[in-house]
Structures are given as C-alpha cells and as structure tokens.
C-alpha cells in the first residue's frame, strides 16, 4: 500500500460526458502528480500540482483540467469525453519540490480505469 | 526534450532465469528510479539510486547508478512467476527542482510456462 488513495476505481461513461477522479496523497506529501496510461503503453505526465498551486503541465488536452485543495487532495476533471480518452490514470505524490532531505520519490496509486463508450 | 531509450521492450524468459534491463540517456540525471508494474496497478518503486557508480539491492533485484550518470540498468536474479510486469526506469534530470520525472518506455517481462 502506497498511501496514495485513488477513487474511483473503475467508471464507465458515454461519449461527451466529464468525468471527475480524486487523489489522496500519501499523509504529509505537498505534490501531487497525474498521469495517463493507454493500453500497454508508457505513462503519460499530464500534470503537477505543489501545496495547491499548479507547478507543471505536460500533455494535458484543455478538455482535461486539474486543481489542489487546502487539504492536498487533488481531482481531474476530464470532459467531453472521447473514445480515446479511454486509460487508466494514475495519482503519484511526493515529499515536494527538491531541497536537502527530499529523495524525489514518487509514490503511485492504484489508479482509476476510465472506459468511455 | 530529454528522452530515456529502455531495453529491451520485452523479455520472454524461464523461471529461474536472470534477467537484466536498462536504460540509457544522451543527458546526465540526479536520481535514477526502477519501478513495476502489475497489471491494473500503479507502479511500485522497486530501488531508487542517488550516486553515480551507486549499487543497490533489493532482495533479488540489483540496480546501478551508471557512473557517466547518463544509464542505469536493473538486474533480476532467479526469475519466479511474480516477476512478470512491466518494468519502468525513470530519471531526474538536474536541472529539475519539481521532480519532473523523464520515463523508459518499460520493459515487459514475460515467463515462459
């Protein structure tokens, strides 16, 4: 167990529609990270987040956004759902950004499966 | 931007086999990680690597930091069925201060029955 709480796990949509998924991170890690896995391949960076504020964007589509609560928590909001957008996406957190004592691990959940029909 | 070639993409071995992967970069990094992956999960680090020439095990496993900082690679001795998933290295590059990962492709380890 990573520590990282991810929900939901699985959701089925339609076509058009948003969808939202929620991180917890790991008690005490200020970043937050989204990733997207489409069948057998690698993984793909859409997103970070440090202490709330937005830190860096990779791939991220601008039907896809994301946001950092006062607790840590963290959800991605996809909308205008399309077939392609079918993937498993996954929450990571770390310590924080880089200084003395932080390894820059990141620990993974256990993702959330988005089947969009 | 920087990319992480990682070989060989798949693996189809025998229980009992060694196995060994790496990757390699045109850039140097900070921090090299090894995670894997079983199907329908996220990834587990496995071994995380800080120093140029650094060795590290875990249990079966070994990785080493290569010592130009530009490679890495993961060895995995005695292979058993649960050693199937697919196998991500990952780099920090220096210059990164918000832990920007730079991800290998994977390695899929397969075992023959």
């Known amino acids: 167990d990573s520590g990282v709480t991810q929900t939901p796990k699985h959701l089925i949509t339609a076509t058009g529609q948003r969808v939202t998924l929620r991180c917890s991170p790991r008690s005490g890690d200020l970043s937050v990270y989204w990733y997207q896995q489409s069948l057998d391949q690698g993984l793909q960076f859409l997103i970070q987040?440090?202490?709330?504020?937005?830190?860096a964007k990779g791939n991220i589509l601008e039907r896809f956004s994301a946001q950092q609560f006062p607790d840590l928590h963290s959800e991605l909001n996809l909308s205008s759902l399309e077939l392609g957008d079918s993937a498993l996406y996954f929450c990571a957190s770390s310590a924080g950004l880089a200084g003395v004592g932080i390894t820059g691990e990141l620990f993974f959940g256990e993702g959330s499966r988005l089947t969009v029909l | 931007g920087q990319q992480l070639n990682q070989s060989p993409q798949s693996m189809f071995i025998q229980e009992g086999e060694d196995v060994s992967m790496n990757c390699t970069s045109s850039s140097i990094f900070n921090t090299w990680l090894w995670y894997k992956q079983d199907p329908g999960e996220g990834p587990v680090l496995l071994i995380a690597?800080?120093?140029a020439g650094e060795l590290t095990s875990n249990g079966r496993l070994t990785a080493q930091f290569g010592i130009t900082r530009k490679d890495s690679f993961l060895n995995i001795s005695a292979s058993i069925p649960s050693d199937v998933g697919i196998y991500f290295c990952a780099g920090r590059p220096p210059s990164d201060f918000n832990y920007q990962l730079i991800w290998g492709a994977g390695t899929k380890l397969i075992i023959k029955p």
């Open positions: 987040y440090y202490n709330g504020e937005e830190r």
């Open positions: 690597l800080y120093k």
